[in-house]
Nanobody, 121 residues
Framework: QVQLVESGGGLVQTGGSLRLSCAAS??????MAWFRQAPGKEREFVAA????????YYADSVKGRFTISRDNAKNTVNLQMNSLKPEDTAVYFC????????????????WGQGTQVTVSS
């Protein structure tokens, strides 16, 4: 059973940075991703990375500001968020799957409980 635990959320001012981490247990060679859900909105995709690391995929809204990376030795995935905006405020969820196509977003099977990111204006 795959388990995902997020950390690193918090409160930051507009233009600031935060780094989220997700620790996976129970399996390796997972495609991993970050999604987010703002109050009153549907969950949306943020970024994904394949298990070996070099292939990444981003939502247009975060390209150039967010960077997804992974440390396979620690079985963790990170999301470095720079130039944060109030519209980035959301609960951020780590997700994982065994399939490998990054742009298919509806087949993530495993989810963390989420971590709150709040960007003040």
């Amino acid at each position: 059973q795959v388990q995902l635990v997020e950390s690193g959320g918090g409160l930051v001012q507009t233009g600031g940075s935060l780094r989220l981490s997700c620790a996976a247990s129970g399996s390796t060679r997972l495609t991993m991703a970050w999604f987010r859900q703002a109050p009153g909105k549907e969950r949306e995709f943020v970024a994904a990375i394949n298990w070996s690391g070099p292939n990444t995929y981003y939502a247009d809204s975060v390209k150039g500001r967010f960077t997804i990376s992974r440390d396979n030795a620690k079985n963790t995935v990170n999301l470095q968020m720079n130039s944060l905006k109030p519209e980035d405020t959301a609960v951020y969820f780590c997700a994982a799957k065994f399939t490998i196509v990054l742009h298919i977003l509806n087949d993530y099977k495993y989810w963390g409980q989420g971590t709150q990111v709040t960007v003040s204006s």
